[in-house]
């Protein structure tokens, strides 16, 4: 059975989890530690948790979907819209938050709540100690927090020069051991510098990950964002990625599926974009890339968990 390590957080985890749970169940999720807004930003502040809201999502991607179990994904999930000390806080934040202050280590916390839900695989948080995501922007301005980062409160036609912790972060021993024994790493999709080279920030991750026998897979995103990645192309994620983890990744897996009129409109009014995959650079940089139909899109533009599944494990 094929070992593979999956690096990132937010929603893009969640969906390449959801998939590969279907063909494997030697998962590893490595999840950033650094959010820091609404009800995770508010659980890390007054307790001292490392921050619960991705590792939730990832322990949702992975849990049993059996029928029975669906009522507890939907408790894990759910949000209070009400109360003045409750609004805005997810049950399974607070969940985690309260194994935290009864077994006193996050990773106990994190392993009774995956024996609950009964997931497939596991989740690390990719570094146990507490620091914060900085941004430094191409005028010299510092940016601190990455829900201020993620949410421009700045001018967002300002370019991200570099992101980086204010703090030193080592990563946690079971991650590294992980990405050692991995088939396959994969790195991504998700916000390029508030959910996945964050990761790369913290002490060891990268050096691990270039030396890892595995072959490591970068997911691509469909659509750029601003304030974080405008107009970027294909060429630009990767050569960000390969900036921060200091050598060249294997594989990079791009959506070559045309975005709907709709959608794009939609965007529009987000300055958000397609990515254009220029995949003759990409290669120049001594990467394959695989273009094929990744998304779907009712609403919101989001990799197809299945379809993305299915290209990897095929590699």
């Known amino acids: 059975m094929q070992r593979i390590v999956v690096i990132g957080g937010g929603t893009g985890s969640y969906n390449i989890l959801r998939g590969l749970k279907r063909y494997t169940d030697n998962l590893t999720a490595v999840v950033t530690m650094f959010d820091s807004g609404g009800s995770t930003g508010i659980c890390r502040d007054e307790f001292g948790v490392l921050p619960p809201g991705d590792v939730r999502r990832c322990l949702l991607a992975l849990c049993d979907?059996?029928?029975?179990?669906?009522?507890?994904?939907?408790?894990?999930?759910?949000?209070?819209?009400?109360?003045?000390?409750?609004?805005?806080?997810?049950?399974?934040?607070?969940?985690?938050?309260?194994?935290?202050?009864?077994?006193?280590?996050?990773?106990?916390?994190?392993?009774?709540?995956?024996?609950?839900?009964?997931?497939?695989?596991?989740?690390?948080?990719?570094?146990?100690d507490q620091a914060q995501l900085c941004a430094e922007l191409e005028d010299?301005?510092?940016?601190?927090?990455?829900?201020?980062?993620?949410?421009?409160?700045?001018?967002?036609?300002?370019?991200?020069?570099?992101?980086?912790?204010?703090?030193?972060?080592?990563?946690?021993c079971e991650v590294l051991d992980s990405i050692d024994s991995a088939d396959k790493i994969v790195i991504g999709p998700g916000d390029l510098y508030t959910s996945v080279i964050p990761n790369l920030l913290v002490d060891g991750v990268s050096e691990a990950l270039c030396n890892a026998k595995g072959k490591k897979i970068y997911v691509c995103n469909v659509m750029t964002k601003f304030g974080e990645t405008n107009g970027f192309k294909a060429s630009d994620f990767a050569k960000e990625i390969m900036g921060y983890l200091g050598c060249r990744f294997d594989v990079m897996i791009?959506?070559?599926?045309?975005?709907?009129?709709?959608?794009?409109?939609?965007?529009?009014?987000?300055?958000?974009?397609?990515?254009?995959?220029?995949?003759?650079?990409?290669?120049?940089?001594?990467?394959t890339v695989l273009?094929?139909?990744?998304?779907?899109?009712?609403?919101?533009?989001?990799?197809?968990?299945?379809?993305?599944?299915?290209v990897i494990m095929k590699l």
């Open 140 to 172: 010299g301005a510092i940016i601190k927090h990455e829900t201020n980062i993620d949410v421009p409160k700045h001018d967002g036609n300002l370019r991200i020069k570099r992101v980086f912790l204010d703090a030193q972060a080592s990563a946690y």
């Open 65 to 128: 979907e059996k029928k029975q179990n669906l009522l507890l994904r939907q408790l894990f999930n759910y949000r209070f819209d009400k109360g003045s000390g409750l609004l805005g806080h997810s049950f399974g934040n607070l969940f985690l938050t309260a194994l935290k202050e009864i077994t006193g280590s996050d990773i106990e916390a994190i392993e009774a709540a995956s024996q609950i839900l009964n997931i497939k695989g596991r989740v690390l948080p990719v570094t146990l």
């Open 254 to 287: 791009c959506n070559d599926k045309e975005v709907s009129a709709a959608a794009k409109q939609r965007y529009a009014s987000e300055r958000a974009f397609p990515v254009e995959v220029d995949k003759v650079k990409v290669e120049e940089l001594g990467i």
């Open 291 to 310: 273009c094929k139909d990744m998304i779907f899109e009712p609403d919101v533009i989001r990799h197809n968990p299945i379809k993305l599944a299915d």
